[in-house]
């Protein structure tokens, strides 16, 4: 059942900021933004255990097996992603960097976390060339590849599990277009708000390409 946050805390299944006022809902005893839990069962998101996609194969609720991570590709660039929404939905910004100097940035007057992490990702893949591991703090960016959601997404014609159409087509579409057509792009989580200095950088550009929207 939707509640409003009394104060402000992480997001378990987007990693985004969840602030005071913001509608949220419980799932796997942990918060969630009211949005990213309807986005999570509309796409096959699988909560328990969501913010441990690093961790060794096993079994969880389903019944489905847990992938191993993506085996990353021979002289890859690192490029790290994030997205930020501030009343989700409301202004947002989406932001990648690498660590030799290249990020790029931007967002939407009113939209969602989901759709920022999604645009981060995308956005890095179209700007950068050659081998790319993708690294994210989005459960939801990541499992889609690292899982393989977009398998049964393509077979079904964009409708999930649940038969329902999958939420953010428009976006999930041309990344899983190049994810196919490159061949050498792989995903990897990051726990996000850790002390990894990339993964602080974008959020800060994500934040602050999302003020700019306001």
């Known amino acids: 059942m939707p509640m409003t946050a009394r104060f402000p805390t992480t997001c378990a ?104 992490e999604v645009s981060a990702a995308l956005k890095a893949i179209e700007a950068l060339d050659g081998p790319l591991v993708v690294v994210s703090d989005s459960t939801y960016v990541v499992n889609c590849f690292r899982d393989e959601w977009w398998k049964g997404w393509l077979a079904r014609g964009w409708v999930n599990s649940q038969k329902k159409p999958v939420a953010n087509r428009d976006l999930w579409e041309p990344l899983i277009e190049a994810f196919r057509e490159r061949g050498d792009i792989s995903f990897r989580w990051v726990k996000g708000h850790s002390g990894d200095a990339m993964n602080d950088l974008v959020d800060q550009l994500a934040v602050e390409a999302g003020k700019a929207q306001v």
């Open 13 to 116: 299944q987007c990693s985004g900021r969840i602030m005071p006022g913001e509608e949220i809902s419980k799932a796997a005893q942990r918060w969630v933004h009211s949005t990213c839990a309807t986005a999570a069962s509309e796409n096959e998101a699988l909560l328990p255990g969501l913010d441990t996609p690093s961790a060794p194969a096993r079994t969880v609720k389903s019944g489905k097996a847990r992938r191993p991570d993506m085996a990353e590709p021979d002289g890859a660039l690192e490029v790290w992603t994030d997205g930020a929404c501030s009343g989700n939905p409301g202004p947002g910004g989406w932001a990648w960097a690498t660590k030799d100097g290249r990020q790029g940035s931007g967002g939407e007057a009113k939209t969602t976390n989901q759709r920022m």
